[in-house]
């Protein structure tokens, strides 16, 4: 289930979100400032970010600056939400490094389809849902996951890590990052956990010899291999 943290001030918007989010199968984390915001942020990783431009104590693109210069958070989703349809705040929103842009009044389907479209260029998926490097495949949509022509058969938590690293080719994760991305909501999950999810991951992908994909990263942590680095 993707989840969204809305930062809104206005309480007739954060319920109107919230009632369009939830009906299309989403959870929503609210914030009405950017100091919640960033509590929030602090142990949650939300799939994407809904940021109102005027809020009380610090603009929502203070925060949306703050984001893109973190090397942890940059790479989380934002749309802009705003009453302003001036040209020039939706083009410096932009430049700071929103995702999109919406501006108030808007109706909920076209809140959700926009989200929808940004979460999907997010995880990098193409139109059909996919997403792949070498020879691994996975389709966002179905959930079919392939090496080669072999089908791999994943549990729901190896899926999520699975999709997480995909969607972060050549990046290292360390156990309490991916516990944080991946594990979000389970109870106190130890690192240990991560590493037991890791080699059940290998072993769903060894028939198809996928599984070399996964490289660990001597106290660091956890990489999935851009195809190009070979495997
Ligand atoms: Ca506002």
């Not at 240990?192 to 996964?214: M, Q």
């Amino acid at each position: 289930m993707p989840v969204i943290l809305l930062v809104e001030d206005e309480a007739p918007i954060r319920d109107m979100v919230r009632f369009a989010l939830s009906r299309a199968g989403m959870e929503m984390l609210d914030a009405g400032d950017v100091p919640q915001a960033e509590q929030i942020l602090a142990t949650r990783r939300p799939d994407l970010i809904l940021l109102d431009w005027m809020l009380p104590e610090e603009s929502g693109m203070e925060l949306l600056r703050r984001l893109r210069r973190d090397e942890d958070r940059k790479d989380i989703p934002v749309i802009m939400l705003t009453a302003m349809a001036e040209e020039e705040q939706k083009v410096r929103g932009l430049e700071l490094g929103a995702d999109d842009y919406i501006t108030k009044p808007f109706s909920p389907p076209e809140l959700v389809a926009r989200i929808k479209a940004v979460l999907r260029r997010a995880t990098g998926a193409d139109a059909s849902g996919q997403i792949s490097t070498g020879a691994l495949v996975m389709n966002t949509i179905t959930h079919e996951v392939y090496c080669g022509d072999k089908r791999v058969e994943l549990g729901p938590t190896e899926y999520r890590l699975l999709k997480f690293l995909l969607s972060h080719p050549g990046r290292v994760y360390s156990r309490g990052q991916l516990l944080d991305y991946v594990w979000a909501d389970a109870y106190a999950p130890e690192e240990r956990t991560v590493d037991v999810s890791i080699r059940r991951l290998r072993k769903a992908l060894e028939p198809g010899g996928c599984d070399s994909l996964i490289r660990t990263v001597r106290g660091a942590g956890y990489v999935l291999s851009r195809s190009k680095d070979g495997a």
